[in-house]
């Protein structure tokens, strides 16, 4: 009873088509040789499918994966609480955090009106809106008693806006 090499060979369909950079005599698949065919005869075993795809992670998830790690580092005290900041394509929004009581002390945006009457920004805000920002909450944050904050820059690269919005903060009486 001799057993062919055909009949012990597995059919392989990818859905990926080679341009002949492949040798078919050094493909395997768990030590079982593959034959790569564009037509699919008759297979003596089933076809095992092959679903090939990149792990492809957005902007947004590598900032949370950054932020999350930050956060492991930097909490909020009653003493020293936290300075977030979020930045989106439109807005810029900074917070001052108890994360012991779960409070927000103070918080500036660039849609409150003080700031958004003041500079007329359609294509998101600039680095001078940004340093007003900071000035903003700089202000209020002395006006509650909070001179020192631990300053959590969201996942962002220290850079820019951020940058501009933590230079004004400390100009204006915070200290980091």
Known sequence: MAITATAMTMTVTTGLQFAGSLNHKQTSFLGVPLRLSMSNPQPSLPSVFLNVQAKARTRTEDREARHSRIRKKIEGTPDRPRLCVFRSNK??????????????????????????????????????????????????????????????????????????????????????
């Open 91 to 176: 807005h810029l929004y900074v917070q001052v955090i108890d994360d012991s009581k779960m409070h927000t002390l103070a918080s500036a945006s660039t849609m409150q009106k003080p700031i958004c009457e003041e500079f007329n920004y359609t294509s998101g805000p600039t680095i001078e809106v940004a340093k007003k920002v900071g000035e903003f909450i700089a202000k209020s944050c002395l006006e509650k008693g909070i001179t020192k904050v631990a300053f959590d820059r969201g996942g962002y690269p220290y850079h820019g806006r951020v940058q501009a919005l933590a230079d004004s903060a400390r100009e204006h009486g915070l200290q980091f």
